[in-house]
């Protein structure tokens, strides 16, 4: 897409097809306002995200799916079948809403200001909360778990350390980092 038709839907909203979703077609929404010269940049990093990387990235969705059942319970997992999923298979229990943007300028919790690209959407073994993903800069995955509307651990809890973690929960054996590379 040109830049454009990509400022076009950043600011009349619409459906764009994402890479990362092996070209799923996802809503769009700007609910924060953010002008499309500051999505843009992130926008076009996260289009650039690769189903390798998604596949990857289930790492830290398995992680979130055995907190919740830790919390809850083996029941939560009666609709999908046969226990946590596996790498291979956790997006199978994963459907994408619709991607949004945030911002968060220098200073408390952000050493540099930042755009995020957030994916909200469901996740089987969480139908009330949901799922929250969060791309700072659109590049670089910064924090999966429940939708909260916070794109970062440590800007939810008010908390900067919790940045270190993709995936945090009071268990710390599950709490994720991201990948060295």
């Known amino acids: 897409m040109t830049d454009s038709e990509l400022t076009a839907l950043v600011e009349a909203g619409g459906e764009l097809a994402i890479p990362y979703l092996d070209g799923a077609p996802v809503r769009v929404h700007n609910i924060n306002e953010l002008s499309p010269v500051e999505v843009l940049p992130a926008l076009r990093g ?9 596949r990857a990235d289930g ?3 398995i992680a979130y ?22 790498l291979e298979t956790v997006w199978d229990h994963v459907q994408a809403g619709g991607i949004f ?13 930042a755009v995020f ?7 089987a073994w969480e139908p009330e909360h949901g799922l929250q993903m969060s ?10 778990g429940a939708f909260d509307g916070h794109p970062t651990n440590g800007h939810a809890a008010a908390n900067p350390d919790r940045d270190q973690f993709v995936f945090y929960c009071d268990l ?7 990948d060295p590379n």
């Open 46 to 54: 996260f289009l650039g995200l690769t189903p390798k990387q998604r």
């Open 59 to 61: 790492r830290h969705l």
């Open 65 to 86: 799916c055995t907190s919740t059942v830790e919390a809850v319970g083996p029941e939560v997992l009666e609709d999908m079948g046969s226990g946590i999923p596996a």
């Open 101 to 113: 943007f945030s911002k968060l300028d220098a200073g408390k919790y952000a050493s540099t200001p």
């Open 117 to 123: 690209v957030e994916l909200e959407g469901n996740v």
């Open 135 to 144: 791309w700072a800069d659109g590049t670089r995955l910064v924090k999966v």
């Open 172 to 178: 710390p054996e599950l709490c994720t980092r991201p």
